[in-house]
């Protein structure tokens, strides 16, 4: 006899709307109570937390809705047919954060290692069919031992229909992926298909083969963390956007991202009330960046004093750091900032740094959030490593990020500006709708030593004192082609400002831009460069 069964036979006082309604209730409590207290304690004994306590930590408190909270599945054989748990290891549906709505599915590792068969999927599917008609973010905790073999390639058809959709909806909703168990096999294709994965460290791990089979076929030794834990993937694969020591942080963290982004790609990201003026002078700014380009500094801090309340929210900070992409409020509106890091490789633009603030800008755009480009760069780091590997292919990357972004777009020039770097940087030769300049400001095709070495080899060649001589012209090419003010005076900077001026100066040109509209071509989409 089935649970079922046993609740809904009649009772003695008779088969009344009562006694289903208890039977009912009997049924509800089996559903959410899970496969026991073992189960619960063998999954608290590894550091995780419970579908069910990580869905409560996510969303506002009392608002979750549950999908399909009795379905099972109805495969058989291998012994499945004798277990038939409800959920059948994915619980779904849709809450609140901050009163705004968010759907969710998390995997329950309590039930079958929280593996993929065909009614999980059919419940992923449903609930991401939702979120993209409702236009509302989507956010997935994983915790799955990957698909149920023993449903055979019904489980890999499931996951099918989940990258189906992963890339329907992507740049419709927001998407974000929690690692917070296992992730092997095809199942992590689903968050690389996302615009932001979170990991937790010692807990999460993402692999396409695992140990066991790298040593197989390679015969290299190596950890579960070692090949996909969350460090190596914030550090060296840039799969992980964010990294945090325990669960409870990194929900509280997807909690504070969501308040960051519009609910969808028709909507604007939520406007919050500041008490930081919006013409506050930034006096601090005058000390954070040397004159000399050589001398480095940290432009997070110059971020710092821009924003509003010096908050900001850093996407990949671990990942190619010679480039630094966050999300701020200026005015209490959304902006995204990229923005070169002279403390990291001197700010050079490479394979790694072009890739993650082409995909940030992409991002943006999809998403009506504003770019503001604060600009440092001497250029694209030079090498056999770089050009073999692709550096023409993935700067194009960004370039095109940013010719295609229609969104309000402003660029900042702090120092240096050089070369094809300075024109990928949202140059106003590639669209930017307002470029300004501090002062500190060169802007060429290279250095002034290098340029001098070029143009005046031979005169420096031929000179009685050829340093001397190599010195006078290369102050004689600065003084006549990298002063301050020479873009300025051939349009390609809209003005120089002071740096006191910065934060006035974006907010107002922010407000100016907020009814931007641009027509675009018809097309199916376009052909970025891979």
């Not at 419940?123 to 149920?148: E, Y």
């Amino acid at each position: 006899m089935t649970l079922i069964d046993d609740v809904f036979r009649p009772h003695a006082e008779g088969d009344d709307s009562r006694g289903r309604a208890a039977g009912l209730r009997a049924v509800r409590r089996r559903a959410v109570h899970g496969p026991g207290t073992a189960a619960t304690r063998a999954q608290h004994a590894k550091g995780k937390l419970t579908a069910r306590e990580r869905i409560a930590l996510l969303l506002d408190e009392g608002s979750f809705c549950e999908m399909e909270q009795l379905r099972t599945h109805r495969a058989t054989g291998f012994g499945l047919e004798d277990r038939r748990p409800y959920t059948d290891g994915v619980i779904t549906g849709w809450g609140t954060v901050e009163g705004r709505t968010v759907f969710v599915y998390a995997h329950d590792f309590r039930i079958f290692g929280g593996a993929l068969g065909e009614a999980h999927a059919a419940k992923i599917h449903k609930v991401m069919d939702k979120a993209i008609a409702a236009g509302a973010p989507l956010v997935s905790l994983n915790d799955g031992a990957g698909a149920r073999i023993q449903e055979g390639v019904s489980a890999l058809a499931g996951y099918g229909g989940i990258f189906q959709r992963n890339t329907r909806a992507s740049g419709v909703i927001p998407q974000i992926s929690v690692m917070l168990g296992p992730c092997a096999g095809g199942a992590a294709y689903s968050p690389a298909l996302t615009d932001f994965v979170f990991m937790v460290r010692d807990v999460s791990q993402m692999f396409i083969t695992g140990p066991d089979v790298v040593k197989a076929v390679t015969g290299e030794e190596i950890t579960h963390d070692g090949l996909g834990g969350a460090d190596v993937h914030a550090r060296t694969s840039g799969v992980a956007h964010f990294v945090h020591e325990d669960e409870e942080s990194c929900l509280a963290d997807v909690r504070y991202l969501l308040w960051m982004l519009p609910q969808n790609n028709r909507e604007n990201p939520p406007v919050v009330s500041t008490q930081d003026p919006p013409d506050r002078p930034c006096e601090a700014l005058l000390d954070l960046v040397p004159v000399d380009g050589n001398r480095p500094y940290d432009v997070r801090r110059v971020i710092e004093e821009i924003v509003d309340d010096g908050e900001y929210v850093e996407v990949h900070e671990q990942w190619a750091p010679n480039v630094v992409c966050a999300l701020a409020r200026l005015d209490g509106s959304v902006v995204g900032i990229v923005a070169n890091q002279p403390q990291t490789l001197a700010g050079v633009l490479d394979i790694r740094a072009s890739e993650k603030a082409a995909r940030f800008v992409q991002m943006c755009d999809a998403f009506n959030i504003p770019i503001v480009t604060l600009l440092d760069v001497p250029g694209f780091l030079p090498g056999t490593d770089q050009e073999h590997g692709g550096v023409i292919r993935h700067g194009a990357k960004l370039l095109y990020a940013y010719c295609n972004a229609t969104v309000p777009r402003i660029s900042l020039v702090l120092r240096k500006a050089y070369g094809g770097a300075y024109i990928v940087m949202d140059s106003q030769s590639i669209g930017a709708d307002l470029t300004f300049a501090w002062p500190t400001n060169e802007i060429a095709v290279m250095g002034a030593e290098g340029a001098a070495n070029v143009i005046f080899r031979r005169a420096i060649a031929r000179a009685a004192d050829p340093e001397a001589e190599r010195a006078r012209l290369v102050k004689e090419y600065r003084a006549q082609l990298m002063h301050p003010y020479h873009a300025a005076e051939r349009g390609l900077v809209d003005d120089v400002i002071d740096p006191v001026d910065t934060r006035r100066v974006l907010v107002s040109s922010l407000r100016m831009l907020r009814t931007k509209q641009v027509g675009l071509p018809l097309r199916k989409h376009g052909n970025p460069p891979q």
